[in-house]
């Protein structure tokens, strides 16, 4: 029985399919930082020289949010609603340690388990680049910590004299407040339940990059999804064809940060004209199209009876597969061994 009510049912598959079958959704996703998360790698805030934008041929420097800073926090999200209502355990499956290999988290988002098995993930996510310049989009903060009387400086521990201020000062590049970075989140061959499962993923993912339980608080807000039969443009030429519209509508203002409404409008506008050039069958929900959509769903996933009958059915699906063709790949591993 289906689900949603706003939604052909053509667009899903009746079951999670062995073999690619060619439908795809993507979640047109903006991540907008509301504090100073990192994004980093060895120390340095990750970052790309790439073109300004489609028309705009100057070169400048984005920020990148790499593809495992954006999936990870977003399947962990996923993975704590499971246990939170009985659908699977620490015990039974600890993430990257001991998959079960038999829930939606390990049939979605794929695993890998050396001889004991794999599953490739149906979640596809790409590297997504900040709109704005780099030196635009971060700042440099000094670092250190104060004692229990309050100041910077030392008590006396560690060799030092009492008052003596420290030399522990770090400093640290942090992503500023108001970042926007465009992401299309693509789920291949999705179910109804697995395609509520990973776009409620999405829109409840608060945190994200290092240092999440004291910083790195992302919002994300999708401008719609689009059902296709093959895959759609780059995160990079979205962020480059937002970048144009947003120059022609004199609305990069330097070094203001961007306006909200504005680059929503951008993003709508940007992603319509790029799906009039794209060579696939699709159908889109860009806009006020997808606001019904978006309702349903938030009444769904706002209600404890809609949140466990979405969990319950995208895990009835997960063990369905698990149990014909997991099994046969452990049984085909062991056989091999022997």
Known sequence: MAILKTVESKFFQTEIPYKPMG???????????????LFQTDAELNKARVRAGVKDKTTISRLSMFKRKQSTPE????????????LMTAEECEYNVNFAMDNPDCIIYGFAIGDSGSEKSKVVVDTAFSITAFDESHETFTLNAPYENG????????????????????????IRPQVFFPSIVTLKDPTEASFLYVLNNILRTRHYGAQTTRTGR???????????????????RWTQAIYDQMKANNSLNPPEPLDEDDVMIAAKSAIEAIMTDEFIVHTD????????????????????????????????????????HISKKKTAAKAGKE
């Open 75 to 86: 399947r962990l999200v996923g993975r704590e609603l499971l246990r939170n209502y009985g």
């Open 151 to 174: 100041t910077m400086a030392s008590k006396g521990e560690n060799g030092s004299k009492p008052g003596e201020v420290t030399s522990r000062i770090n400093q640290q590049d942090h």
């Open 23 to 37: 439908k795809y959704v993507h979640f047109l996703t903006i991540r907008i930082t509301e504090s100073y998360p």
């Open 285 to 324: 929900f860009i806009g006020d199209a997808f606001t019904p959509l978006l309702n349903e769903v938030k009444a769904l996933t706002g209600s404890e009876k809609g949140i466990q009958a979405i969990l319950q059915k995208a895990d009835a699906e997960a063990k369905a597969y698990a149990s014909k």
């Open 218 to 236: 992302v919002r994300n807000e999708l401008i719609g999804v689009v059902f296709a039969d093959g895959e759609i443009t780059s995160n990079l």
